[in-house]
Nanobody
Framework: QLQLVQSGGGLVQPGGPLRLPCAAS????????MNWVRQAPGKGLEWVSR????????MDADSVRDRFTISRDNAKNTLYLQINDAKPEDTAVYYC????????????????WGKGTLVTVSS
């Protein structure tokens, strides 16, 4: 059974760090590009970051570039999002998501999503 299990959310002060893990199982994790997507309160989904299956290439939204880092440990079947210099506008539910195709082309979209974890940035 395919699973994407998320943890690591919670309250963080502005400027602080937080790491979000996403533990994957039930599929060939190392063959698929992965994404982080977030949804702020009352807002729509916003794509945050993407990483190729091998971890060699990453992409980031302008809003998080130089502050967030996506990474993966294929030996542990785990995806990570490292949040640094957190800002109040980063408050959102963060989802990890698997891409539909093992080709590293993003056009097929994301077919499986974690349940999300809430990150609240506030003093």
């Amino acid at each position: 059974q395919l699973q994407l299990v998320q943890s690591g959310g919670g309250l963080v002060q502005p400027g602080g760090p937080l790491r979000l893990p996403c533990a994957a199982s039930g599929f060939a994790f190392s063959s698929y590009a992965m994404n982080w997507v977030r949804q702020a309160p009352g807002k729509g989904l916003e794509w945050v970051s993407r990483i190729y299956s091998g971890g060699n290439i990453t992409m980031d939204a302008d809003s998080v570039r130089d502050r967030f880092t996506i990474s993966r440990d294929n030996a542990k079947n785990t995806l990570y999002l490292q949040i640094n210099d957190a800002k109040p506008e980063d408050t959102a539910v963060y989802y990890c998501a698997k891409e539909r195709s093992p080709t590293n082309w993003e056009g097929y979209g994301m077919d499986y999503w974690g349940k999300g974890t809430l990150v609240t940035v506030s003093s």
